[in-house]
């Protein structure tokens, strides 16, 4: 294994021969530049302004050439340890990532007409257009995943393909502290249709650090639908990024539930590049503790007749802090588009802290666009009410709680699924 210097000093070795990574030599020489010439970012950095990664910057972190031999991953436990992460009912291909590294001994790939999976290790295709469309000037956290990343999963959804089942990824991070940089890619090709969750869940991290990123393209008259789960331990530190675009008469949403991690940051960037696509983007979040979830989403409208939905709902307690940045682009011949955003938030301490900035950027005059942030305490004469009718006072903020995040479970299309993250916000909720 090698050593990450997120340091002060930074030893990187473009041609280390102990590891095998995974995009070309040309962008992680540009890469390791951008690591060694950019400092970290500090809350006098705008987009970095509610969120301290010093923690990340003074760790050392480990990248791993090979699976070390951690309980329950491999062995005759390694089964009964995925049946925990899996979500109950769905069929479909179950892609497993330990540390970034994928696991062909915990994954199943079911055969499905106009269907390729294939780890990126092990492809060529999909690997020569990688990392072309995500900036690295001055993005350290980028740059440092496209100089490390060693593995990630490519999926293809052909053209006219309608996928039965659902996707299944499952990124386990284990082991103290390690880095995990995942690099995926997801095709949805012309008049495509598909459904992808991601599950990101620990088992004994100790101040580990996920810096993945996803790039995702929607073809013409494609649908796309991504529910993202974030489960990761107490310790957990992630920066998990995602960058779409979006061709004509395309559907992209993502349902994105952070309910756990110490330092969760979301990047997720649309480039909405045809006309008539709609984009839809939710999430939810729960936190406690001292955690900090910072949520921060760029929708790009480049052309005119689209629509863009927007919902983030959370329940903050004790001394945790939220962060929610959400910006929408209209760019000047962009005519005709819809956009809303909207960020709700509970606050169930005095300790308790939001940042919210919805934020609209237009350069057209034919549109309809709002955004809207609020931000409160428990309704006392609900509780009252429901307390009147027998209800205790735990049970009756927990169903305040659970009605007020309903409606962002509820874009979960999957049943399945939905019933899923409705059972995992229940256990969350500690009021």
Not at 98 to 127: R, Y
Request: aromatic share 8%; glycine share 6%.
């Amino acid at each position: 294994m090698s050593k990450l210097n997120v340091g002060e000093t930074y030893e990187i070795d473009i041609n280390n021969s102990n590891q095998a990574f995974i995009l070309s030599a040309e962008l992680r020489s540009k890469a390791a530049q951008i690591i060694a010439s950019t400092d970290f970012p500090t809350t006098k950095t705008e987009a970095w302004k509610y969120t301290r990664v010093t923690k990340i910057k003074n760790t050392k972190f480990k990248i791993l050439a090979d699976f070390p031999l951690w309980r329950g991953i491999k062995g005759e436990e390694s089964s009964n340890q995925i049946d925990k992460f899996l979500i109950p009912n769905l069929s479909g291909s179950v892609i497993v990532f330990v540390n970034g590294l994928f696991s062909s001994e915990l994954s199943t790939i079911e055969a499905e007409n106009g269907l390729e999976i294939l780890p990126l290790n092990q492809d060529n295709t999909f690997k020569k257009d990688l990392g072309k469309l995500i900036p690295l000037e001055n993005e350290i956290f980028y740059s440092l995943n496209t100089f490390y990343a060693q593995d990630g999963i490519a999926i293809r959804i052909a053209k006219n393909t309608q996928l039965k089942q659902t996707i299944q990824l499952i990124f386990i991070s284990s082991g103290e502290n390690t880095y995990i940089g995942n690099r995926n890619v997801i095709r949805c090709e012309d008049f495509s249709k598909a459904h992808i969750t991601m599950n990101y869940v620990s088992l004994d991290n100790e101040l580990a650090f996920n810096n993945t990123i996803t790039e995702i393209s929607v073809g013409s008259n494609a649908h796309l639908s991504v529910d993202k789960i974030q489960q990761e331990s107490e310790s957990m530190n992630s920066i998990i990024s995602e960058f779409v675009q979006q061709e004509k008469d395309s559907t992209f949403s993502i349902n994105t539930f952070t309910l756990g991690g110490d330092l969760v940051r979301n990047n997720l960037n649309i480039d909405v590049n045809g006309q008539n696509c709609e984009t839809y983007l939710s999430g939810a979040y729960i936190l406690k503790s001292k955690q900090h979830v910072d949520n921060h989403t760029i929708v790009d409208h480049k052309v005119a007749y689209c629509e863009s939905n927007e919902l983030y709902k959370g329940v903050i307690d004790d001394q945790a802090t939220a962060v929610f940045n959400g910006k929408v682009f209209v760019r000047k011949d962009a005519q005709k588009i819809n956009a809303f955003q909207s960020n709700g938030n509970i606050l169930l301490s005095n300790t308790a802290t939001i940042n919210s900035k919805p934020e609209l950027e237009i350069y057209a005059d034919d549109v309809k666009c709002s955004h809207g942030s609020t931000t409160g305490q428990l309704d006392e004469e609900a509780i009252f009410y429901l307390k009147s009718r027998g209800i205790s006072y735990k049970t009756a903020k927990k169903m305040i709680v659970g009605a007020f995040l309903e409606d962002v479970i509820k874009r979960v299309s999957n049943e399945h699924v939905q019933l899923y993250v409705n059972s995992l916000t229940n256990n969350s909720l500690k009021v």
